[in-house]
């Protein structure tokens, strides 16, 4: 079986293209104050709701490569811009190039100041809509990967004081005038936690000691916490939950399953999107399964409200809400997303994603019911290849398996390698 499944993933792209991939809700984008828009990051694209109700249809083709099975990472300011960042190199659409800009969905250009390099996460302060915080890569191990920053609404990035030629940055988040990072150096037994309070200006650093572990872990930045951040140390079937405040990092809850993402809320603390289980709630000891929650790879709260990213293969929604923390309702379904947005002739648009959009459409149609009192469980075993994600150390991603085949979990990698 497995040797049919390597066959099948050797086939031309054409076959495992984005738009015919299997469908999964990958990351949600809720709306924010002053800013109704809303998005959805999925295995076909990228989903976008100008009145943050309905989602017309931007195609990951725009920005990839024509080889490229990897599923970019999106984000959207108050401002007015987009940014998609393809996290290998190689697999953007322009050589050299791995993070892209649109103000309208319809036309895709390279950023200035990035080229050559892995835009590995990137994140923008609600609070500060123009300024964008990435961690980026370099495929040659002499060059200084590091956190980079744009105060231009995202047309131009510089250097910050954070960079290092032996450290693999990981992930950042800039929320509440904090931004935060995380990195693992390249031997894989230590991992970094920094912090800075000025815009990226200095840093504070906290080390992580990860020598007791198998294999080199990841280290990923999950939510602020009142008084520091949640991240997560993450090997291949296990995680650990950490917390990082005034007593310094910590960890707080060892977990059999993966924690996929977390989200500080008000009300309940930290909730989890936990592989094959749903969502879980953190109470300081253990993590609870809420009953009835949703299997989903990224839950995220905004006024009060939980926005899930659904898995529709098992409950029919691409996304849920609930106001409660306790109910999940169906928020969108993909036989409601419509067509890309109306572009002139010759844009990425109508170049790369109108084409594809008939096919598409007929393929949302014929989309049959999920059967919703299956877990999952079944099939969500084995290893577990993170969506979005670039590469740790050396090894390569596989994170578009996920995409195309999600419930056929076989414990299968290749060999680590250094580049991105």
Known sequence: MRLVLLGLLSLPSVAWGHAGDMIESLDVHPPQADFGSAGLESSIGWLWAENG?????????????????????????????????????????????TLYRSTDHCDWNAVQGLTGRVVQELSIDPAAPDTVFLVVNHPEESAENGVFLSTDAGLTFSATPLGASDRLFRSVLAKQGVVWATSVDSGGKEAFVYRSRDHGETWEEWSIDTSDKASPPDVLVLDIHPDGVWFRVTQTLEDDLW??????????????????????????????????????????????????????????????????????????????????????????????????????????STQFCDPLWETLAERLKRAEPADTGDTGDSGDTGEVIEPHRGCVGKKKNQGWLLFALPVLWFPWRKKRHRQT
């Open 53 to 97: 109700e309905d989602y017309s249809w931007v195609c990951h083709e725009a920005v990839t490569g024509p080889e490229s099975l990897l599923t970019p990472r999106y984000i959207r300011s108050a401002s007015g811009f987009t940014l998609a960042a393809v996290a290998r190199s190689g697999e953007g659409r322009e050589e050299g190039e």
């Open 243 to 348: 917390l990082l405040d005034d007593g310094g990092p910590r960890r707080v809850y060892s977990s059999d399953t993966k924690l996929m993402s977390g989200a500080q809320t008000e009300a309940d603390g930290l909730v989890a999107s936990l592989w094959g289980k749903g969502i879980g709630r953190f109470d300081g000891t253990t993590m609870s399964v809420i009953e009835g929650s949703p299997l989903s790879y990224q839950v995220r709260e905004q006024g009060g409200v939980l926005y899930a990213a659904s898995r529709p293969l098992f409950n029919n929604f691409g996304m849920m809400t609930s106001t409660n923390g306790v109910d999940f309702e169906g928020a969108f379904s993909y036989d409601q997303l419509g067509s890309p947005p109306t572009c002139e002739a010759e844009t990425h």
